[in-house]
């Protein structure tokens, strides 16, 4: 497709399991981001990739979170012992590069994340 | 430290009339971007303009306008005759030169166009 996409687009799990969201940029984006987004709130920021490595994970919240994105392309968020507070939209986005602001991120259609 | 003010939560007006979404920012750069994101009920983000710093040209673009003021830190967004199909969550973001690509997001804005 010529879109971000994500898997699942709805994902509803027990508090303490663990669970992966994916995203798949768009073809050729070297960047990749993902954000949190809680109801009624802005996007939150968590962490971004250039190529395979993580340039800034200063936004996961603790160590149950981490990203990997072992091929430079398609990029998967985990999340351990799932608490309640991790429910909301988790958002992926790609840019074409990093260079520094300039590069206008495009955005997935989310997965919902449901926390029982 | 970066931030996005979008002190308008919610606005509704009637189809055809005009609406500004204002957004006031704080920032320690003297490069940084500026961006505007629609995100309708289907809930996927759309880019709809970036701006830099060093350019403070207003823009239109069909219907809608951007207004760059340094001055008072503001990039207020105008919608001209408004349509039901406006309808969204309008966000304000920004990004900082010379600190990453650490977009910060206002909390939005939900602008309702009645028919």
């Known amino acids: 497709g010529a879109g971000v996409s994500q898997t699942p687009s709805n994902k509803v799990t027990e508090k303490g399991k663990y669970v992966e969201l994916r995203c798949d940029p768009i073809s050729g984006h070297t960047a990749l981001y993902w954000y949190r987004q809680s109801l009624g709130q802005g996007p939150e920021f968590l962490i971004y990739?250039?190529?395979?490595?993580?340039?800034?994970d200063s936004g996961l919240p603790n160590d149950r979170f981490f990203a990997v994105r072992p091929e430079g392309s398609v990029s998967t968020l985990k999340i351990q012992r799932t608490e309640r507070g991790d429910s909301a939209v988790y958002l992926c986005?790609?840019?074409?590069?990093?260079?520094?602001?300039?590069?206008?991120?495009?955005f997935g259609p989310g997965t919902r994340l449901t926390v029982l | 430290a970066q931030k996005v003010t979008q002190a308008q939560t919610e606005i509704s007006v009637v189809e055809k009339e005009d609406v500004t979404l204002d957004c006031v920012y704080e920032t320690r750069d003297t490069t940084y971007y500026l961006f505007w994101y629609k995100q309708p009920p289907s809930g996927e983000l759309v880019f709809l303009i970036r701006?830099?710093?060093?350019?403070?040209q207003n823009e239109i673009s069909g219907r809608y306008s951007w207004n760059f003021q340094k001055s008072t830190s503001s990039f207020n967004f105008t919608i001209t005759a408004s349509q039901v199909v406006d309808s969204a969550v309008y966000f304000c973001?920004?990004?900082?030169?010379?600190?990453?690509?650490?977009?910060?997001f206002g909390p939005g804005t939900r602008l309702s166009v009645l028919p």
């Open positions: 973001a920004l990004s900082e030169a010379n600190y990453g690509q650490n977009f910060v």
């Open positions: 701006r830099n710093s060093f350019d403070e």
């Open positions: 986005a790609s840019s074409l590069g990093a260079i520094a602001g300039t590069d206008t991120q495009y």
């Open positions: 990739f250039q190529g395979t490595g993580a340039a800034d």
